[in-house]
């Protein structure tokens, strides 16, 4: 495989994250899919990686179609984070009450909005009977009538203070309902001084910048296409892979994003 990306994109830590969020993913999705044919449809996509068996570019469509997923998808933006050259990711038993649940479930409505920290959720749920009810009786259901998928760990963000979810959360729910000390995950951590950088920018999207400065030109619109060429290249300043997905496959169509 000719490298053409820096070295961390190819670290195999990083590419098991991905690959098990895709095979969570499908999990959920494709429910009707019988559970003995899990295993070979998980390695078609632990295979995406490498591409060629697959008419795949290697490297360059697997992190696109990860992104394609859970940003275009599922609306998480995780990618940055797996692919984020200053991330470090360890697999670990994380204390549940050090987590904070990021989303809003519905039974979670009544306390607001989230981060919900769980220490106070923990106090609350003893004193509330019916949150406590109404909490369990969402999970169960939800554990009920979906695909089993509790075996892949959580997704889990560090950078000072409390630990963030960015996948995972009626699990971490879950566990703290059960009262299990402890949850299975995958953690990131990175400099709270320090913003993430040199991470996967989808070439979808800088497609998408392109078909905008052509609309602006063809308006004869300046003050936009001015603003999208300087988006794009903040974005090359933040990550070389921006600027290497731009030469590979935008800017031969797209050079008008270019000062």
Do not use: C
């Not at 469509?61 to 200053?86: C, H, P, Q, S």
């Amino acid at each position: 495989m000719t490298r053409q990306y820096p070295t961390h994109i190819y670290d195999p830590q990083r590419i098991e994250i991905a690959t098990g969020l895709i095979q969570h993913e499908f999990r959920h999705l494709f429910q009707s899919i019988p559970e003995a044919l899990w295993p070979a449809l998980d390695r078609d996509i632990a295979g995406w990686f490498d591409g060629d068996k697959y008419d795949l570019a290697p490297a360059h469509d697997f992190w696109n179609a990860t992104d394609a997923i859970m940003r275009g998808f599922k609306l998480k933006g995780v990618v940055k984070y797996i692919t984020a050259e200053n991330a470090t990711w360890r697999l670990a038993d994380v204390p549940v009450i050090d987590i904070d649940i990021s989303w809003k479930l519905p039974p979670l409505a009544p306390l607001g909005d989230p981060p919900y920290d769980t220490r106070e959720l923990k106090k609350r749920i003893a004193t509330d009977p019916q949150l406590y009810r109404n909490l369990t009786i969402n999970s169960d259901f939800h554990a009920a009538t979906t695909v089993p998928r509790d075996h892949y760990p959580v997704l889990l963000l560090s950078n000072g203070g409390r630990i963030k979810i960015a996948d995972g959360n009626r699990r971490v729910l879950r566990a703290l309902l059960h009262d299990r000390r402890t949850i299975r995950a995958w953690q990131a951590e990175w400099p709270a001084d320090q913003p993430l950088r040199n991470y996967w920018v989808s070439t979808a999207f800088l497609r998408e910048l392109g078909e905008q400065a052509l609309v602006a030109q063809a308006a004869n619109n300046q003050p936009v296409l001015t603003s999208l060429r300087e988006l794009i290249h903040s974005l090359f300043e933040q990550s070389t892979i921006a600027r290497t997905n731009f030469d590979l496959r935008v800017k031969d169509k797209y050079s008008l994003l270019e000062f």
